[in-house]
């Protein structure tokens, strides 16, 4: 399989010398949630722009990632953002999908906006409302964005492809369920910590490495607490280019060092599915714009809708040698405390994963993070962060490099 060397070209620093900034952010409670979709839009997009320190007859464009899991089959919802706020009135409003990545994709295209000097303040949103229906339709609608599986209906989704890739990972290196097991474990640890978090239980690992009645099968080698849950939540940050502004932002705030967005061709028989060409494409052209090796980060939010999907990025990502990644976890190196911390926050897996809120909230976690303001999350020493986003089997792939002020 080739390596993939393409993907964006863009800097990230004008003939100003203008950078691309997260001014502020906001992030509802993920889980099971009552208010609409509406409801959950409203709530983020008002408290970001509060938290940035500006009005809201600042922003410029607004930007949702929206993938539509819940088949709620609404048309034009970037156009819920402007429920928010009168102000909002009449500014250019886009909806933004690429599948699980579309938080990333939103937040992409909004840098995108900025660096073309079409607006000097956008506001970005993801949101998703899942819980409202049963799973076999959730699991159908995930599926929308399988090439192989778009237009069948299950009840496994996602979790089948990604069993798939378990059973690869076992013929080629080793069964990996303890490992697995030990992932989840660490996931529903952070999570526990995290006010915002879907999942707020600590799970031992020995209870996430036992087939039962409360941990059952849900696909191949993966049990429930190998998955991500079905989540409705939104997130919402601020994108600024302070040079530019004539109202000033408060300074506080993280930059973007790199970006990255690579896609991988869609036929499974075109991937090898555990080399996740498209996200190490990604991931190479971020670290390369940013100037920065994996040595110089302080912790990765990664895209783990699967347990097994953390463990390949172990190895994709170059934490570990190919089959190895077992060691990056069983030697503490991703824990909190360790060498590079990875899904802090208790990503997606206990976090929660409403689809398009996802990249977004990522990007809400590392900002938290960088500016010393992640509450029991909080690690003693952040300055330097990438967040991984992807969508299917490492199709649609988006990472970003962050900074501390
Ligand atoms: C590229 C990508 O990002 S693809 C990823 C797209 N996302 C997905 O595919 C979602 C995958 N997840 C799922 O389909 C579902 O969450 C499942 C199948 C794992 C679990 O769903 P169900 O079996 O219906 O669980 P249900 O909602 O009934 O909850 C039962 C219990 O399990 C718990 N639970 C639910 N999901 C999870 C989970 N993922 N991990 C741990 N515990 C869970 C609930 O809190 C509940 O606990 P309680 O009995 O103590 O109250």
């Not at 990230?12 to 509406?38: N, Q």
């Not at 006010?195 to 039962?212: I, N």
């Not at 998955?227 to 600024?240: E, F, K, N």
């Not at 499974?268 to 494409?281: E, I, M, N, Q």
Request: overall charge negative; aromatic content about 6%; hydrophobic content about 40%.
């Amino acid at each position: 399989m080739p390596t993939l060397t393409k993907g964006t070209r863009m800097t990230l620093r004008d003939e100003y010398g203008t950078e691309v900034r997260i001014a502020g952010w906001a992030h509802t409670r993920f889980g099971k949630r009552e208010p609409t979709l509406e409801g959950l839009i409203v709530e983020a997009a008002n408290a970001a722009v509060r938290h940035a320190g500006i009005e809201a007859g600042d922003v410029d464009e607004i930007v949702l990632g929206n993938f539509n899991a819940g088949m709620n089959a609404l048309a034009f919802p970037s156009s819920l953002v402007l429920q928010a706020d009168d102000a909002f009135h009449g500014l250019p409003a886009t909806r933004v999908e690429n599948a699980c990545a579309s938080g990333s994709a939103a937040v992409h295209t909004g840098i995108r906006s900025l660096l073309a000097g079409t607006a000097r303040t956008v506001l970005v949103v993801g949101a998703e409302k899942m819980t409202e229906r049963d799973s076999a339709t959730v699991g159908s609608a995930l599926l929308s964005a399988d090439y192989e599986l778009a237009g069948t209906t299950s009840t496994s989704g996602f979790a089948r492809l990604f069993a798939d890739v378990a059973d690869h990972y076992a013929d080629r290196y080793q069964d990996p369920s303890y490992t697995l097991a030990e992932i989840a474990a660490k996931s529903h640890r952070q999570g526990a910590l995290n006010p915002y978090a879907h999942l707020r239980k600590e799970l031992s690992v020995e209870f996430c490495a036992e087939v039962s009645e409360k941990n059952p099968v849900v696909a191949g080698r993966l049990r429930r607490t190998d998955c991500s849950p079905v989540s409705d939540g939104a997130a919402a940050i601020v994108l600024t280019v302070p040079e530019r502004r004539s109202r000033d932002a408060r300074t506080r705030g993280v930059r973007f060092d790199g970006v990255g967005h690579c896609n991988d061709f869609l036929p499974g028989p075109r991937r090898d599915p555990l080399a996740f060409a498209g996200t190490v494409g990604a991931w190479r052209a971020a670290l390369k714009m940013a100037g920065v090796q994996l040595g110089d980060l302080s912790f990765i939010e990664l895209h783990d809708c699967f347990t097994i999907a953390e463990l390949v990025l172990y190895e994709a990502l170059g934490l570990t040698a190919p089959g190895e990644g077992h060691r990056a976890i069983a030697d503490g190196t991703v824990l909190p405390g360790g060498a590079l911390p990875v899904n802090v926050s208790g990503g997606l897996k206990s976090k929660g994963h409403p689809v398009g809120a996802t990249g977004v909230s990522q990007h809400v976690m590392a900002a938290m993070q960088l500016t010393g303001t992640a509450g029991e999350l909080q690690l003693p020493s952040a300055g330097k962060a990438a967040v991984h986003n992807m969508g299917g089997l490492a199709i649609a792939n988006y990472v970003s490099v962050l900074s501390a002020l």
